[in-house]
Nanobody, 114 residues
């Protein structure tokens, strides 16, 4: 069983930055480097949406709404995936989730005040 735990959320002013972390454990531990990961977010009253993804070889993709502001990265040695969020906007307010395959973390709240 794969376990994903997010951290790093919080309250920040518009224009500020946050770095989210996703720690992977469980069955994925020995094969972390060959798995793709993604960050999703869900704002109140809205559907969960894909924010960023990273392949096993480090190729990345982003939603248009975050391109140029967010950066996804991974550290295979530490079994960690990160989401660096810069120039945050109030519309980035949401619960952010880490995903690997069918496994999801519990989410971390990001609130951006105007």
């Amino acid at each position: 069983q794969v376990e994903l735990v997010e951290s790093g959320g919080g309250l920040v002013n518009a224009g500020g930055s946050l770095r989210l972390s996703c720690a992977a454990s469980g069955r994925i531990f020995s094969i972390f480097s060959i798995n793709a990961f993604a960050w999703y977010r869900q704002a109140p009253g809205k559907q969960r949406e894909l924010v960023a993804q990273i392949s096993s070889v480090g190729s990345t993709g982003y939603a248009d709404s975050v391109k140029g502001r967010f950066t996804i990265s991974r550290d295979n040695a530490k079994k960690m995936v990160y989401l660096q969020m810069n120039s945050l906007k109030p519309e980035d307010t949401a619960v952010y989730y880490c995903r690997q395959g069918e496994a999801w973390g519990q989410g971390t709240q990001v609130t951006v005040s105007s």
